[in-house]
């Protein structure tokens, strides 16, 4: 989950270092800190918070040397210390290593190295393999030996970058399981864990692969695959969109994201129509069929089965990525995993997808980041198109999957009319138009300890994704689910003046909904309608743009995503980056 950036340059790399680290905090953020070498001497500095906040970030740009690594954290192994934050360097500090991931048998290896005679700083998994590091450099007196031996005795999911305190003029990396990317630059090279990283700077990129070891110099990469043979591999060219990832006008990522859906929803429409089909033919083919993912992503897999069963008459099993596992019974030779996910590097999707392959499942990704280790080891992936997505809330990259996974039923459907999507934009344009209302909802309940979400049939996901994110943004608790199950419980909950969110389209459920709106009502709660239809049994209503029902999801996202953010602006949380949670999760 953690953030890392590496570079080795012509010039001094502390400034473009710290642009770099603040363009993968959305990976984690509750601590940073940088190394780099200059005249001979290994300098680290580090601090906790947000780079923004952190009083030795200012220190850092001024760092000189013309090799240097930088990392955000998100604490998994040890607190949130400055002793913890990484660069976690050697004994004699003749070694320093940024690591994202788990080292899963850190304990054993770290007790070996104590009774070697290591002194450990830090509570982490990360500090053993500076420790590891500096032993087979010893021996080996070479900084790409030495890494190849250290990371064979590694287990677990790691993506490091090393650097030598008596070689600056080289810096080497290793992953497995956790993403590590080359980015190849005139005078400079960079080894980061996201494109976004550096991007500014180049846009030609090398994907490492699984077990594979690289050694950077300002001119030249060496990578060395699990054979121990040289791997030849040609940078690939990234969007150079991906370069505009600024805020514009807005206050805020999360805000401007959600601002971008008349336009990402579009984007997202434009498939090869040969990839679609195959994806359609897959799964009509198919002897069983999962839909995974984390998250938000999971709601969106849930839309897809939805209309999957009732529609096409087709099974999907959508099953939490973590839990994958559990269901390999039903995973052979013929089945077919669909997975969804914005980053592509979420460890619990890349986990389910890499078991259903080894039973003999053909996996089928739709995906925002393109590159991703999903998009890698999918048989057939389909883009979002929705551009980087910095929020750690997913906002667009949900209304893109929907769009998508809307795509791929249509053509299990057979249907060859293409959507007048158009239409949809300008909806959901319409749609965010209900932000000054949100806004006032946001002043009268953002003291309520708890908020509830309900919708039924195709629309429960949705409720299901109002809670998320408001949870996520706003520290609410909140609880999503479909309004037949409210009096299996969740009635016991309301109180005068509760409020309840009530996802409410026109079409087949409505009536029995609004029954369902008449109990909560009756019972004290605050009914707030998100509805084409008024009712009086709304105590507050926020019109949507009646739209197909296969896209009623998208325009019902668009007031819960804008509740969410208002209420975190108003309670002064940092939308962008909520506590303890970060975008991108590549640990289990
Ligand atoms: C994290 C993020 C969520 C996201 C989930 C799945 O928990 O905070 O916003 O929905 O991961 O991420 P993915 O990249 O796989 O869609």
């Known amino acids: 989950m953690c953030g890392i950036i590496g570079c080795v340059a012509e010039e001094p790399v502390a400034a473009?270092?710290?642009?770099?680290?603040?363009?993968?905090?959305?990976?984690?953020?509750?601590?940073?800190?940088?190394?780099?070498?200059?005249?001979?001497k290994l300098g680290v500095k580090k601090g906790v918070g947000r780079v923004k906040d952190i009083e030795e970030a200012r220190k850092m740009s001024a760092m000189s040397g013309t090799v240097g690594m930088a990392h955000t954290r998100w604490a998994t192994h040890g607190g949130v210390t400055n002793a913890?934050?990484?660069?976690?360097?050697?004994?004699?500090?003749?070694?320093?290593v940024i690591h994202n991931g788990i080292i899963e048998n850190y304990i054993p290896l770290k007790k070996a190295l104590i009774a070697k005679g290591h002194r450990f700083k830090s509570e982490t998994d990360t500090e053993v393999i500076s420790h590891i590091v500096e032993d087979e450099y010893k021996r080996t007196k070479n900084p790409l030996r030495a890494t190849q031996a250290a990371v064979k005795k590694l287990k677990g999911q790691y993506a490091i970058v090393v650097m030598f305190q008596d070689r600056?003029?080289?810096?080497?990396?290793?992953?497995?399981?956790?993403?590590?990317?080359?980015?190849?630059?005139?005078?400079?090279?960079?080894?980061?864990?996201d494109v976004l990283a550096f991007i500014g700077h180049t846009d030609r990129t090398i994907f490492l692969d699984n077990y594979e070891v690289v050694q950077i110099t300002k001119e030249e990469v060496k990578i060395i695959g699990p054979d121990g043979r040289e791997v030849r591999r040609d940078p690939n060219q990234?969007?150079?969109?991906?370069?505009?990832?600024?805020?514009?006008?807005?206050?805020?990522?999360?805000?401007?994201?959600?601002?971008?859906?008349?336009k990402t929803i579009v984007a997202a429409?434009?498939?090869?129509?040969?990839?679609?089909?195959?994806?359609?033919?897959?799964?009509?083919?198919?002897?069983?069929?999962?839909?995974?993912?984390?998250?938000?992503?999971?709601?969106?897999?849930?839309?897809?089965?939805?209309?999957?069963?009732?529609?096409a008459r087709i099974r999907a099993d959508v099953v939490v990525a973590g839990e994958l596992?559990?269901?390999?019974?039903?995973?052979?030779?013929?089945?077919?995993?669909?997975?969804?996910?914005?980053?592509?590097?979420?460890?619990?999707?890349?986990?389910?997808?890499?078991?259903?392959?080894?039973?003999?499942?053909?996996?089928?990704?739709?995906v925002n980041a393109a590159g991703s280790s999903l998009a890698r080891e999918s048989d057939v992936t389909l883009l979002l198109n929705c551009g980087p997505e910095v929020g750690v809330a997913a906002t667009k990259s949900f209304t893109a999957q929907v769009v998508v996974a809307n795509l791929v039923v249509d053509a299990v459907l057979g249907k060859k009319k293409p959507d007048r999507l158009e239409e949809l934009s300008e909806a959901v344009a319409d749609a965010l138009k209900c932000d000054g209302q949100v806004q006032e909802l946001v002043r009268e309940y953002r003291d309520r300890p708890d908020f509830y979400f309900v919708a039924r049939g195709y629309e429960s996901p949705v409720a299901m994704e109002?809670?998320?994110?408001?949870?996520?943004?706003?520290?609410?608790?909140?609880?999503?689910?479909?309004?037949?199950?409210?009096?299996?419980?969740?009635?016991?909950?309301?109180?005068?003046?509760?409020?309840?969110?009530?996802?409410?389209?026109?079409?087949?459920?409505?009536?029995?909904?609004?029954?369902?709106?008449?109990?909560?009502?009756?019972?004290?709660?605050?009914?707030?309608?998100?509805?084409?239809?008024?009712?009086?049994?709304?105590?507050?209503?926020?019109?949507?743009?009646?739209v197909s029902p296969k896209s009623t999801p998208i325009v019902e996202a668009i007031p819960l995503q804008l509740l969410a953010y208002r209420m975190s602006v108003a309670k002064r949380n940092d939308p962008d980056y909520p506590r303890n949670l970060a975008k991108s999760v590549t640990v289990k």
């Open 16 to 40: 473009l270092l710290l642009d770099g680290l603040v363009r993968v905090e959305y990976r984690g953020y509750d601590s940073a800190g940088m190394a780099t070498i200059s005249r001979g």
């Open 84 to 96: 913890n934050a990484h660069p976690h360097a050697s004994c004699k500090e003749q070694v320093a």
């Open 168 to 193: 600056p003029d080289v810096m080497t990396g290793a992953r497995k399981d956790a993403p590590l990317i080359v980015g190849v630059g005139k005078g400079k090279m960079f080894l980061a864990s």
């Open 238 to 262: 990234v969007a150079w969109e991906l370069s505009d990832v600024t805020k514009s006008d807005y206050a805020h990522y999360t805000l401007k994201e959600i601002n971008e859906q008349p």
């Open 269 to 311: 429409s434009v498939q090869d129509p040969y990839k679609v089909a195959e994806f359609a033919r897959a799964i009509k083919r198919a002897k069983s069929l999962f839909i995974t993912a984390s998250g938000t992503s999971y709601h969106a897999g849930l839309l897809m089965k939805f209309r999957l069963s009732k529609e």
């Open 325 to 366: 596992k559990e269901h390999t019974e039903f995973l052979g030779k013929g089945s077919v995993v669909v997975a969804l996910s914005q980053s592509g590097e979420t460890a619990d999707v890349m986990e389910a997808v890499r078991e259903a392959k080894k039973h003999g499942a053909k996996a089928y990704s739709i």
């Open 466 to 546: 109002g809670a998320l994110k408001l949870k996520e943004l706003s520290y609410i608790h909140a609880e999503g689910m479909p309004a037949s199950e409210l009096k299996h419980g969740t009635l016991a909950l309301i109180e005068k003046g509760t409020p309840v969110v009530f996802i409410n389209p026109s079409g087949p459920n409505h009536a029995e909904s609004l029954s369902n709106a008449e109990e909560l009502s009756a019972r004290g709660a605050d009914v707030i309608g998100i509805s084409d239809v008024r009712d009086q049994v709304y105590k507050h209503y926020i019109q949507i743009p009646k």
